[in-house]
Each structure stands twice: as structure tokens, then as C-alpha cells.
């Protein structure tokens, strides 16, 4: 049984750990803020792993995000967002 899974790191910036996971085709990617305060997450500091996909879901809220615009991460809390 062959797997593909890969996971992409991102440089921690700010209190926020960002990387993606892919498996089986499917790519996530989580959001860790670490901090006390709601941050605001550039779109150029994800793009290298979001590749050619434009948006995702917020798996927990069912929430469409949108790649080519800055997240809002609240304080403590952390987000995975499934690739379209």
C-alpha cells in the first residue's frame, strides 16, 4: 500500500504556524495562532502553499475563504481549511 502524503512548512511569523497537509488528493491547510490577540494573516504569507487553489472551506464552520485575501485568525485559536 502506497500513501502520498507530504506536508509544506511555512516560516512562523508573529505568533502564527502555518502548513499544509496533503494525502489521498485532499490538501489542508491549519492555522495556529498562538497568541493573545486576533491577528491578521497576509495573503502573501500563505501563498506559497495554497499553489493554484483559489479557496477552501473552513472544515469546522463550513466557511468559504478566500486565498487572494488576508484571513483573520482570532487570538488562541487555530483554523484547517480544506482546499477547493
Not at 496533503?22 to 506559497?48: D, F, R, W
Not at 477552501?56 to 468559504?64: C, D, E, F
Amino acid at each position: 500500500m502506497s500513501e502520498n502524503k507530504t506536508v509544506k512548512y511555512h516560516i512562523p511569523e508573529q505568533g502564527i504556524y502555518v502548513y499544509a497537509r496533503t494525502s489521498e488528493g485532499k490538501t489542508e491547510m491549519i492555522i495556529l495562532n498562538s497568541t493573545n490577540k486576533e491577528q491578521v494573516l497576509p495573503c502573501q504569507h500563505y501563498n506559497a502553499l495554497t499553489r493554484d487553489s483559489k479557496g477552501g472551506t473552513i472544515l469546522t464552520s463550513g466557511k468559504k475563504v478566500d486565498f487572494t485575501k488576508n484571513l483573520i485568525i482570532p487570538a488562541n485559536q487555530s483554523l484547517i481549511i480544506e482546499f477547493k
